[in-house]
């Protein structure tokens, strides 16, 4: 992804969609959760993502925010 920055990675799916809801888009930040876990067998991990240039924003705000648990 061209432009874009991992910032976060989870087998819980849930808690980046909350992330993302409720802390990135709250500031208007961009960010995508990549959700790479097998349908069938629910293995493996998903990942959010947010614009390089908010990337250390977003990275600071996930690391300090005590309300969502990562």
């Keep these: 992804m061209n432009g874009w ?3 976060y ?3 819980n799916p ?3 969609e909350l992330a993302k ?3 990135l888009d709250e500031h208007q ?3 995508v959760v990549l959700n790479k876990r097998d349908s069938s067998y629910l293995i493996g991990k998903s990942e959010l993502y ?3 240039q908010e990337a250390t924003l977003a990275q ?3 690391e300090n925010e005590s309300g ?3």
């Design 50 to 52: 947010v614009h390089l």
């Design 14 to 16: 849930f808690k980046l």
């Design 9 to 11: 990675e989870s087998t």
């Design 21 to 23: 809801a409720y802390l």
């Design 29 to 31: 930040i961009n960010a």
């Design 68 to 70: 969502i648990d990562l």
């Design 60 to 62: 600071f705000m996930l």
């Design 5 to 7: 920055k991992k910032i």
